[in-house]
């Protein structure tokens, strides 16, 4: 089994940047399918970015798409979250969720990270 722990969330004003985190232990196996998703309050739980962590697929909701970017470092067992020109409606509580294949589905029987908050304001 996989353990998820975020880090990186904050406070940062329109047009900045912030890279989350996404450490991962206790597997053995590279099929995986890690995702990054985010919720609002209010809204629900939506796809951010997923990527196959044995070729390096990746995959962006338009959203955010030419804003994030979804990496990787193997050596780490690690998934970033690169996030430019941020939005106010970017704001909410973003996980890390790791799976067999992409896309990931939102409430489906992932494992989960505990969540890191952003706001933009």
């Known amino acids: 089994h996989v353990q998820l722990v975020e880090s990186g969330g904050g406070l940062v004003q329109p047009g900045g940047s912030l890279r989350l985190s996404c450490a991962a232990s206790?597997?053995?196996?590279?099929?995986?399918?890690m995702a990054w998703f985010r919720q609002a309050p209010g809204k629900e739980r939506e796809g951010v970015a997923h990527?196959?962590?044995?070729?390096?697929?990746?995959y962006h909701a338009d959203s955010v798409k030419g804003r994030f970017t979804i990496s990787q470092d193997n050596a780490k067992n690690t998934i970033y979250l690169q996030m430019n020109s941020l939005k106010p409606e970017d704001t909410g509580v973003y996980y890390c969720?790791?799976?067999?294949?992409?896309?990931?589905?939102?409430?489906?029987?992932?494992?989960w990270g505990q969540g890191t908050q952003v706001t933009v304001s």
């Open positions: 969720a790791a799976g067999w294949y992409c896309p990931l589905s939102a409430y489906g029987n992932n494992v």
């Open positions: 206790g597997y053995t196996r590279s099929s995986y399918c």
């Open positions: 990527i196959f962590t044995s070729g390096g697929r990746t």
